[in-house]
């Protein structure tokens, strides 16, 4: 092959890839019969991967929304053990016992009595007879 021939071919490539942007561009490729008879196969295809991306970006959504939820309940957790050991500490009877010396109260050494009393006594008081 001679080199004119080689340019040709060349420029063959050149003009064929350039036409075939500027008819994309230009949007002459739709007027193809072979793209017209398929035209509702290519916007099923078209809305399907339109699905596909907006169900990335729900996916993506859902994976931060969980990590930041799943830090927050790490936060409250911790919170929690503090709280229950501070209501232990305040609960032990010693801590009990000085807060009520403040009101001016003191524990009972006395255990407490149970008065019981029989059903016509429990009604007489009620004032049912």
Do not use: W
């Not at 729900?58 to 409250?76: G, H, I």
């Not at 807060?99 to 009604?123: F, V, Y």
Request: aromatic residues 8%.
């Amino acid at each position: 092959m001679s080199k004119a021939n080689k340019n040709k071919k060349d420029e063959k490539k050149k003009g064929g890839f350039a036409r075939g942007v500027n008819a994309l561009l230009s949007g002459k490729f739709l007027t193809r019969e072979y793209v017209q008879s398929n035209l509702p196969f290519i916007f099923f295809i078209v809305a399907i991967m339109v699905c596909y991306i907006a169900y990335g970006y729900y996916a993506e959504n859902n994976m931060k929304e969980m990590v930041s939820s799943e830090a927050e309940l790490q936060e409250l957790k911790s919170r929690n053990l503090a709280v229950q050991a501070k209501l232990g500490k305040l609960r032990a009877q010693s801590t009990v016992e000085e807060s009520i010396k403040e009101l001016g109260l003191h524990e009972s050494t006395t255990p407490p009595t149970i008065i019981r009393l029989s059903k016509a006594e429990n009604l007489s008081i009620l004032g049912i007879e």
